[in-house]
């Protein structure tokens, strides 16, 4: 099948290009880009049979890449399937998925790295990439084949969620992966301090009685994860970092020329431990509409479009497990921190670590419950949270999706130039929706954001050319959407 | 994710008002009333269902609410589970929903987990009384400590309380926090910073709080001294070096007991490690109401039982 995506407002980083026009794609490729850039450029002749997707008002984008998926295929199959999950992926926007190995077995042997690919092609409505464990069981006592993991495919190695705590092991890991030229991403908490924590240590934990992770835990990991690297000259990547303190580490590292990278994720950026006290938080005001601050102040809010879209943590019960997550969600001097981090560089990728739990191990007290959020379909329009209200520009957040991950793992990004794999995402950064976790595709339903109002929505996702999601009926025929002006003011300028 | 009607519980101090506080020791009075008469049973709850829920050992509370729900003609059982509900296989929402279907009108749950109340409260019909959670909260104990300072100094309002001891991990100390400050009392938290934390973590919900790492100068001109208990795992937690250290800097000694006046009221929720955080001396003054918090207890009980099944 070919598509012609018409009139979308091509945002495509690696190409540095984000302008209004037309997507044609033959035989699962990008055949060509009409752009206004490029003045004068006639559309070719176009084949057949070709579906012509109306994307007005919406923008068109390679596929996203998310660097931190747990997909529970072998032994966790209550929580994720490959099927469930690689839909929820899809349903978010993201083409390729990095397979986290905490899985029962772990994957940390080449015959489960060709079992779960064997699953993948079988059932994967998306790209799925193997991430290697660094020790065998991830219990950071003996290192992984790691030589054979990489032959079997493996694109990095992490024992998610875990830090090896042995510097020792952790210097041989970087050592011997580092000879491999693949990166190894870390979970950074120094679990010594603040042992069984529930939350983020704070104002909000000390009020609740909960006991806390302090914000060193992480950033005594990261540092010495990143001397490791040093001294090993080998790449490591920060997973899920989320203190003030972590980014300025990773920052100072990056200026020192450590061959260090860094991801966040969505809810790190958007949420803080107030979310734990649910009704017992101050309810936040909603913000004023971006006119009332002058014309065209904040960058990336169209004034005619409304109130940007906000957070209601209030929403939530006391104690709701939901928020329980790893790291924890920290406080807004560590988000405002993680934002600025993602705006100049230091961090390279939002990645969602997308930790879906069956409700059996949800529905307890908190102290007990699994961490974990269900990420993958609230991510875009997470994110984009901040863009409406001024604080990512969107092009960076898409850049961000897209090349930064690949980055990371040292690829050549996705991109839509034409020859190029046509993964592709097309979505309407302005359609409010509400979210219902029982609507998910992902089997986890965990989310803290069920009933809150989120404002961007993927509309078409494509994998090699095939639809692997349309949202209804999107994109055939009617004038749909609204008038491009409005979006091609965002990207104005750029 | 709906909220069941605030007045179905009382799971901490922090959402009632300086009234309904009022209300609850003016109500606390006449049921101590009641305990004082020779037939010390009146019918107002003859035929409704009291769970006592304990998953932590607390035969102190649990026999105290026991007493008030006779009192009030009320019928009582005790469910008592040790360790987490989880590791017994069994959900506290599965145990909550049986009690339902078996007859429950009021539960009152006593659990090692912070927040586990609200869990309860969120698949429960009938009323919650939350008798300890973890390190979070101690709603009757919180207000029996208000009824019994108001019963012997007249009021709350102005007073200098100090609570002293292993402040982070204590649910009592979160309770009265709340409760004394509502009230108008200057509340000092004094302990040695590994059983407090940062301070600002407390100013940033309670800012009119006053934090002292120093006994010596927290009780100067102190009109109560509230000793909390120190478990010995603190100290095998290396939280403290010893315990005598800690007597020495942060117990009621005899010392210390000379140096506060004779009409400043010694309270300690109990139970007691004598010799540790209180000397027998202190512990038996003629200024320590230790006894007279365990007997008004069941008073305060009576009060929130009759308040919630009204």
Known sequence: MNYLIKNGSIIDPARRVATVGDVLIVDGKVEQVFDMAEMGSEPGPIPEGTEVINARGCVVAPGFTDLHTQLGEPGEEHRETIASGTLAAAQGGFTTVCAMPGTTPALDRAGIAHQVRAIAQRDGRVHVELIGAITLRREGKALSEMIELAEAGCIAFSDDGRSVADPALMRNALAYAGALGLPVMVHCEDSSLGAGWAMHEGAVSTRLGLPGAPAAAEELMIARDIALAEDTGAHIHICQVSTAGGVARIRAAKARGTRVTAEVSPHHLTMTDSWVLGSLAPRPAPPEPPAAKGKRARRGVAPELGLPSWLDPTLLPPYDSSTRVSPPLRTGRDVEALIAGLNDGTIDAIATGHSPQSRVEKECEYGLAAPGISGLETALGLVLTLVHRGEMDLVNTVARLTEGPAQVLGRSPATLRPGSQADVVIFDPDQAWTVDAARFASRGKNTPLHAQQLRGQIMLTMVGGAVAFRRGDFGRGGPGGRHTSQLSGILGGE | ?310
């Open chain 2, 1 to 310: 994710m709906e909220h069941p009607p605030r007045r179905h519980q009382v799971i901490d101090l922090d959402d009632l008002s300086t009234e309904e506080i009022e209300e609850i020791l003016a109500t606390t009075e006449s049921m101590k009333e009641v305990l004082s008469r020779e037939i010390k049973q009146v019918p107002a709850l003859r035929g409704r269902n009291v769970v006592n829920m304990f998953f932590e050992d607390s035969t102190r509370t649990r026999i105290s609410f026991e007493l008030a729900a006779r009192a009030l003609s009320a019928n009582i059982v005790n469910f008592t589970a040790r360790g987490s509900s989880v590791e017994k296989g069994e959900s506290l929402i599965d145990t909550v929903r049986t009690l339902q279907s078996l007859g429950a009108d009021i539960v009152v749950i006593r659990h090692s987990q912070s927040g586990a109340p609200y869990l309860v409260a969120r698949h429960f019909q009938g009323a919650v009384i939350n008798a300890g959670d973890g390190r979070h909260a101690h709603p009757t104990q919180a207000l029996l400590d208000l009824f019994t300072i108001r019963e012997r100094l007249g009021q709350v309002r102005d007073l200098r309380v100090v609570i002293v001891g292993d402040i982070v991990h204590s649910r009592v100390a979160r309770s009265n926090i709340w409760g004394l400050t509502r009230m108008g009392a200057h509340v000092t938290l004094c302990a040695p910073p590994t059983l407090l934390g940062p301070s600002q973590h407390w100013l940033a919900t309670w800012p009119n709080l006053t934090i002292s790492h120093s006994l010596d100068e927290a009780i100067k001109g102190a009109d109560v001294v509230m000793a909390l208990r120190l478990q010995k795992e603190r100290m095998q937690a290396g939280l403290l070096p010893s315990l005598r250290e800690y007597t020495r800097a942060y117990g009621i000694t005899p010392e210390r007991l000379a140096q506060i006046g004779e009409g400043t009221l010694i309270m300690h929720p109990g139970p007691m490690n004598e010799g540790v955080e209180i000397s027998p001396e202190a512990a038996t003054a003629p200024n320590s109401v230790i006894e007279a918090q365990v007997t008004n207890g069941v008073a305060v009980r009576m009060a929130l039982l009759y308040r919630l099944a009204g």
